[in-house]
């Protein structure tokens, strides 16, 4: 049974940071693209940042430079770096894939002062 598990979040100040884990029961987990979404209230879920196998990362317009996406797939296991977090950034952020449409249950994040 695949499970995806998000913690991390919570309320930071803007301009403050956030890591956010994802941990992953997949079997051959290396072998999938792994990515982060969001969704803020009254907002469409959005794509923020996706990893390969290989490690190549891609990022959403609004979070690059700011947000980095990593992987240890020793730990089977998916990261996402928050830094310079804004108020806009605020939203249920999802972990997603593995070898079908798999997600996470979803980790709030607030920036607010």
């Known amino acids: 049974q695949v499970q995806l598990v998000e913690s991390g979040g919570g309320l930071v100040q803007p301009g403050g940071s956030l890591r956010l884990t994802c941990a992953a029961s997949i079997r051959l987990f290396d072998n999938y693209v792994m990515a982060w979404h969001r969704q803020a209230p009254g907002k469409q879920r959005e794509l923020v940042a996706r990893?390969?196998?290989?490690?190549?990362?891609n990022y959403s317009q609004s979070v690059k430079g700011r947000f980095t996406i990593s992987r240890d797939n020793a730990k089977k296991t998916v990261y996402l770096q928050m830094n310079s977090l804004k108020p806009e950034d605020t939203a249920v952020y999802y972990c997603q894939g593995g070898p079908g449409d798999y997600w996470g249950q979803g980790t709030q994040v607030t920036v607010s002062s």
């Open positions: 990893i390969t196998p290989g490690g190549t990362t």
